[in-house]
């Protein structure tokens, strides 16, 4: 089993960087499927970055070239590092855990989710 927390949201301006991070206990963290979601009131769960065992990335459109996710396995920590954010980067941000090997992007593919991290972006 894993427990996933996630900490570093807040209130910033558009243009500000922030970073999230998600702390991870239980069962080994390395051998997990890591992402990150998204989501914004009166919407879907929109995914945002996931990075796999081996280390590879993978981030939707919406934030590619401003967010970049990353693990450290030492400390069993994921983090997702969100630069340029713009308003619509606003939304409770929750990580997620999965032990599968395919769909990254999926939602119903993770088992274990934190309870999510406030970011607002002001104009």
């Known amino acids: 089993q894993v427990q996933l927390v996630e900490s570093g949201g807040g209130l910033v301006q558009a243009g500000d960087s922030l970073t999230l991070s998600c702390a991870a206990s239980g069962r080994t963290f390395s051998t997990y499927m890591m992402g990150w979601f998204r989501q914004a009131p009166g919407k879907a769960r929109e995914f945002v970055a996931a990075?796999?065992?081996?280390?590879?990335?993978y981030s939707a459109d919406s934030v590619k070239g401003r967010f970049t996710i990353s693990r450290d396995n030492t400390k069993n920590t994921l983090y997702l590092q969100m630069n340029s954010l713009k308003p619509e980067d606003t939304a409770v941000y929750y990580c997620?855990?999965?032990?599968?090997?395919?769909?990254?992007?999926?939602?119903?593919?993770?088992?274990?989710w934190g309870q999510g991290t406030q970011v607002t972006v002001s104009s």
């Open positions: 997620a855990a999965s032990s599968q090997y395919a769909g990254y992007n999926d939602y119903g593919r993770y088992e274990y």
């Open positions: 990075i796999l065992r081996s280390g590879g990335t």
